[in-house]
């Protein structure tokens, strides 16, 4: 297979129902990305804006606990189906996003509480419903290509996989002689991630230069603060949108921990995992 084929986009039928052509294009995406490690998939961006993934992105965004929060724009899910109509939103969305004048907004910010009682606050950023669905569209053709790399020990906010799975393992390990468990955090590590390593790390698996380009849009949107200033982001990412832990385009662990230096202590933690 040519190291930087092109993606065929014919799939089923334009009759077919959205939800079924957007998984069969998951599933071949996944299987091309696990058989050729070092392929660049390109004509991407077709099927990002692709009808069914719009409509599949914009289930996926009113599934969503925060559907009813609004962006800077004001717009909530409700508002769209009540107001917009769903269909004539997506035909709108869809073609900003082919004639190239779609442009992210900057996400609101929200102060929230980080929680075990430490006074401290966490910077969430809220995207607009748009910018969400266009993430949540992204997300769905990118997670399966990147989804081929990720290491089986990671579950943290990966597809049909949760956290009792990681104590499972952990409980597996432990009744094989294993009596230290290593809990280590990256302080700030999403106010402080490099965009162009983080857009390298893209590039490795994406050749599409447009949908690289929409990435870098969301990673440059700015936040607005609580205050009403719009403040540039120039390394980071707002929690809370694609890049953040739930939603960003997938980069494996390791690339994190080497970002961090941190990956020497992994290294010494695997190689003396069994302790006496």
Not at 222 to 232: F, H, K, L
Request: proline share 7%; net charge positive.
């Amino acid at each position: 297979m040519p190291r930087d084929a092109l993606v065929n986009t014919g799939g089923p039928s334009e009759g077919s129902e959205p939800f079924a052509r957007v998984s069969d294009m998951q599933t071949k995406l996944h299987r091309w990305a696990v058989a050729d490690p070092g392929r660049r998939f390109d004509d991407l961006f077709n099927l990002v804006h692709d009808p069914a993934t719009l409509l599949v992105a914009f289930a996926r965004v009113a599934g969503n606990a925060g559907a009813n929060t609004a962006g800077v724009d004001g717009l909530t899910v409700a508002a769209v189906e009540n107001s917009i109509g769903v269909p004539g939103f997506l035909d709108d969305l869809r073609a900003s996003l082919r004639d190239g004048s779609f442009r992210p907004v900057p996400v609101r910010q929200r102060m929230i509480p980080k929680g075990r009682g430490s006074g401290k606050l966490r910077s969430l950023g809220i995207p607009t419903i748009a910018d969400r669905v266009v993430q949540a569209a992204l997300k769905l053709v990118l997670e399966p290509i990147f989804e081929a790399e990720f290491m089986p020990v990671s579950y943290g906010f990966r597809p049909n996989r949760r956290a009792q799975d990681a104590i499972a393992e952990i409980h597996q390990f432990g009744s094989h002689g294993y009596q230290w468990v290593l809990d280590a955090d990256i302080e700030a590590c999403f106010d402080r991630i490099s965009h162009p390593a983080l857009l390298d790390r893209v590039r490795a698996r994406v050749k599409d230069k447009r949908v690289v380009a929409l990435v870098k849009a969301f990673l440059k949107a700015g936040i607005m603060t609580e205050s009403g200033r719009v403040q540039d982001t120039h390394t980071g990412t707002p929690q809370g949108g694609l890049c953040a832990a739930a939603h960003k385009p997938p980069y494996e662990q390791r690339w994190v921990m080497r970002s961090a230096g941190l990956l020497p202590l992994v290294r010494a933690v695997v190689a003396t995992g069994r302790c006496a």
